[in-house]
């Protein structure tokens, strides 16, 4: 395929897999593609340096005018459809494994307050239910009903609806086998993140190959988990030339028909 001279659009439709960087080591493995809604690239910003002549014969004229890079190349990206590392770079989270086995939690002490909710010492409370009993007590080992308070499963927190709930000092309960993700958000997080894409450049419906080699990649807007809707996560950093690499990214435009 030799080099085109005739002009000619561009409309492309791409999707992007990343890998990490291990400080100087290219990413040898990649995740699922992302479903970005803006993937922005920004060339270098240049400014010039002029030379005004002071000559009477040219007095103001411009002698030269060198262009100097003032910015560095970057990348500003949003996304709604990620793997986990990906969202928990949003979050500035470290990321671990959430593992809570079943069982049983007998006579746990408890001193409730009328309306307020108290914590106790386990999340993730099995409803009751045959096998998984929740009864509550007074310090004299009388049974309460449930009518007289309520309990937040998920969170593990015992309210007393009235003064007979709140004579509750001890509940029973089990535990529920529960697996999942923790994020460990709000932290300064960042990541040397490649970019490999594909795409489809629309007007010819020619293939094509985007690299982005390296990019410092941190969060850039913040979030919000009560606004509704899909949560759309903002990025932006700075692009890198790795050793091997004559460029921050390449386009690669093919002979190949979709």
Partial sequence: MTLAVASRATYLRCEFKFGVWAGDTPPTQFYDPINFTKLEIASQTQEFEQLISNMESTYGQTLASVAKPTEVASLAAEADYMPPYLFGLLL???????????????????????????????????????????????????????????????????????????????????????????????????????????????????????????????????????????????FAGDLLTPTGETSPWTYNYLDQAE
């Fill in 92 to 234: 500035g989270a470290d990321i671990t494994e959430l593992s809570q086995s079943s069982g049983a939690v007998a006579d746990e002490a408890i001193t409730p307050a009328v309306g307020l909710w108290v914590p106790l010492a386990n999340q993730y409370i099995a409803p009751h239910g045959t096998g998984t009993e929740i009864v509550a007590e007074t310090s004299g080992d009388v049974v309460v009903a449930s009518t007289h308070y309520t309990i937040d499963h998920i969170n593990g927190l015992f309210k007393a609806l009235d003064s007979t709930g709140a004579t509750v000092a001890k509940i029973s309960y089990h535990k529920a086998a529960r697996t999942g993700e923790i994020y460990k958000g709000g932290q300064a997080k960042s990541a040397y993140l490649k970019l490999v894409g594909t795409g489809t450049e629309k007007v010819s419906q020619k293939r094509c190959r985007l690299l982005v080699h390296k990019v410092s990649l941190a969060a850039s807007a913040a979030f919000d988990p009560v606004a509704g809707g899909y949560v759309k996560g903002s």
